[in-house]
């Protein structure tokens, strides 16, 4: 029996028509969509399987989405493979994915993770908009020399997500400063996401207090298997150290590739990515391209 680790996906995977078709499909993550639904007070399965785009990718909208499609996602595997359940021993989610992580590890429930990543989303959504600010990947580069690049330009290191992959954050004006730099320096790559500000970084102050706020009126339990941190790339079992963590984590770097090293480390045998796209598919190939790793989308 080999042993198996969930992950999750984060915000970016977004697209318009996800989970449709699953939700004809399958009831399960039909009921999911529609508790959802009740609960934030608009029609969460339509905005995801329509659009518009430009609504699905608002922070507000895109974190809730993101979040139950990729629940849904994990009602497929238990309809399609009941055995791989029981072979997870760890699970993570690349930033918001770690809510995703939490649920399935039966640390958070649904309604309540649901609650946390809605004030979670509308928070990061009101600090990006009270700070012009964004992000960009660049490409190419080892984590150290993005690490110089990002303190001359003005910004943070927001994710560490594979071996040349490595996103910075900040102000506007730094990322105008870091186009600046690879148009004179030449041989870099930085390309600006499609994100409504510099998240993982101090310019989302207001919103980790918020979120901490939110997360005070929940219950959090032990997780089954340790669900590992972006924060720290380490398991964690304690409620709350796990609470602790995600309200850091909003501010903090996440250290993707660190994670799924450890997991590796760790005897990590096959994983899944579960959820919408296959991002991780991608930045597990650059990490260890012999992998087991599967994809059930959304």
């Given amino acids: 029996m080999p042993q198996t680790a969930l992950l999750f996906p984060g915000q970016g995977a977004q697209a318009v028509g996800m989970a449709g078709p699953l939700c ?108 012009p600010s964004g992000m960009a990947a660049v490409i190419g580069l080892d984590a150290a020399e993005v690490e110089g690049l990002a303190a001359e330009a003005g910004l943070e290191v ?21 186009d600046a730099i690879a148009a004179e320096r030449g041989g870099i790559r930085a390309t600006r996401l499609a994100v409504a500000g510099a998240f993982h970084t101090a310019l989302m102050k207001p919103a980790d207090e918020k979120l901490a706020a939110a997360l005070s009126g929940i219950t959090l339990t032990a997780p089954r298997v340790p669900v590992w941190s972006n924060v720290d790339a380490r398991p964690h079992t304690d409620p709350a150290e796990i609470r602790d963590l995600l309200v850091k984590q909003v501010v903090s770097p996440v250290r993707w590739e660190e994670t799924v090293r450890g997991l590796v480390a760790a005897g990590i045998e096959r994983f899944y990515e579960v959820g919408p796209g296959r991002v991780l598919a991608g930045l597990m190939r650059r990490v260890d391209r012999k992998a087991d790793f599967r994809n059930v989308t959304a």
């Fill in 158 to 178: 927001a994710n560490y997500l594979c071996p040349g992959n490595t996103v910075v954050s900040g102000p506007r004006a730094g990322l105008d400063r870091l």
């Fill in 24 to 131: 004809q499909s399958l009831p399960a993550a039909k009921a999911l969509f529609d508790r959802a639904s009740a609960a934030l007070g608009y029609d969460l399965l339509a905005v995801c399987a329509g659009g518009p785009a430009d609504r699905l990718n608002s922070t507000a909208v895109s974190q809730p989405a993101i979040f139950v499609a990729s629940l849904a996602a994990l009602e497929q595997l238990r309809a399609t493979d009941p055995a791989a359940e029981a072979e997870v021993v760890a699970t993570a989610g690349l930033s918001l994915g770690e809510y995703t992580a939490l649920v399935f590890a039966g640390a958070m429930s649904f309604a309540d993770a649901l609650a946390v990543v809605k004030a979670r989303g509308e928070a990061m959504q009101a600090a990006a908009d009270a700070s």
